[in-house]
């Protein structure tokens, strides 16, 4: 089972670039999130959504914007990066978006701003 | 002062040895905890949740205690590959969707 799929890896922009996280699942949740981790930070929650068609912002959404494409996907999009948004960033989905459901989350995105 | 903080160690402990974390949460509605377990450069993965009466998995025991704010997890019998990062996670009602993580307490069990 692939579970939670995000692409790339691993990227490196310089500032004023733009780029798309793309991240899928297959396990039919109907919650997605983002979260961006940072040293001694702890993971911060970015946008979400809820169910497909819906979104919404989280603690850190500034800099950011989302696309639920399908009850599959969910891209975060950088529209001119900052080397604050230097980061690693995790997709992660739940089943019926309640806080009492478990979390599954993508291997996570290493994105450098240059 | 943050939602949920965690003494980010490291903890440094021998093989078979108990250890036990502590996690503090400022939010005195928070309705659900939970505590994830992170490999380096690895995606978090729960490990367990944390019900008002304690519960027990295995080596792991967790406990909730309201009236102070704080959540534990006790390790027993520590094996080597316990080494991780252990992250606290509340999520405030009236927040809803929104799981709150702590930045994580670093153990490492030595041979």
């Known amino acids: 089972n692939a579970g939670v799929t995000q692409t790339p890896k691993f990227q490196v922009l310089k500032t004023g670039q733009s780029m798309t996280l793309q991240c899928a699942q297959d396990m039919n949740h109907n919650s997605m999130y983002w979260y961006r981790q940072d040293p001694g930070m702890g993971l911060r929650l970015i946008y979400y959504?809820?169910?497909?068609?819906?979104?919404d912002k989280g603690e850190v959404p500034n800099g950011y914007n989302v696309s639920r494409l399908n009850k599959r996907e969910f891209s975060l999009r950088l529209e001119s990066a900052a080397p604050s948004q230097t980061s690693v960033y995790f997709c992660?989905?739940?089943?019926?978006?309640?806080?009492?459901?478990?979390?599954?989350f993508g291997s996570g995105t290493q994105l450098s701003v240059l | 002062r943050k939602e949920v903080e965690q003494d980010p160690g490291p903890f440094n402990v021998p093989e078979g040895a108990t250890v036990a974390f502590n996690c503090t949460y400022s939010?005195?509605?928070?309705?659900?905890f939970f505590w994830y377990r992170q490999d380096c450069r690895k995606e978090p993965k729960l490990l367990m949740s944390v019900y008002s009466s304690g519960n027990e998995d295995g080596r792991f025991t967790a406990q909730l205690n309201r009236a102070s704010q704080y959540i534990s997890l006790l390790i027993r019998d520590s094996k080597l590959s316990d080494s991780a990062t252990y992250l606290c996670v509340v999520t405030p009602w009236e927040y809803g969707n929104k799981l709150v993580f702590g930045a994580g307490t670093i153990l490492r069990v030595k041979s």
């Open positions: 959504s809820a169910s497909e068609g819906t979104t």
């Open positions: 992660a989905s739940s089943n019926q978006g309640r806080t009492n459901e478990k979390l599954f």
């Open positions: 939010n005195s509605a928070s309705q659900s």
